[in-house]
């Protein structure tokens, strides 16, 4: 048998949309036309599936890969968001604490001062009064 019978429902698929060269035999079978192709035909189009499965196939794998790598993307961009943030914050905690450290220096330098004049005015004191000991000693 040189013919394959292939029996596609108008309804499942429209025969014009192949070439020219794939015009059908119809037959009514119960008050429904069916089409029917030669075995060349029906090769051409299982092939044709295939191929158009086959594409699509690959576009949905392209489109699942465009899809992670757009998340990939945001979680990369989410990060350097977060780490320059975190430098930021960084920057300000060390700028706090070089001004605390200043501010310490700062005090220190005037309790220094102030514990020199305390020390030289208990100096003064200290020998005002074993001058005042020594003349009162003397009388």
């Known amino acids: 048998m040189k013919t394959l019978i292939v029996l596609i429902t108008i309804l499942s698929l429209s025969w014009s949309s192949f070439s020219q060269g794939l015009k059908p035999i119809v037959y009514p079978i119960d008050g429904e036309s069916y089409f029917c192709f030669t075995l060349?035909?029906?090769?051409?189009?299982?092939k044709t599936f295939e191929k158009a499965k086959l594409q699509?196939?690959?576009?949905?794998?392209l489109e699942s890969q465009k899809k992670e790598l757009l998340l990939l993307q945001e979680v990369k961009d989410?990060?350097?968001?977060f780490l320059e943030k975190k430098n930021t914050n960084q920057s300000l905690v060390i700028d706090n604490k070089n001004l605390a450290y200043k501010a310490?220096?700062?005090?220190?330098k005037t309790l220094t001062k102030k514990v020199k004049r305390?020390?030289?005015?208990?100096?003064?004191?200290?020998?005002?009064?074993?001058?005042?000991?020594?003349?009162l000693i003397i009388k």
């Open 40 to 46: 060349w035909q029906s090769k051409y189009i299982a």
């Open 56 to 61: 699509q196939g690959i576009i949905n794998l």
């Open 78 to 81: 989410s990060t350097i968001l």
């Open 104 to 108: 310490l220096v700062i005090d220190n």
């Open 118 to 135: 305390q020390g030289f005015t208990n100096t003064v004191f200290g020998g005002a009064i074993l001058v005042l000991v020594g003349v």
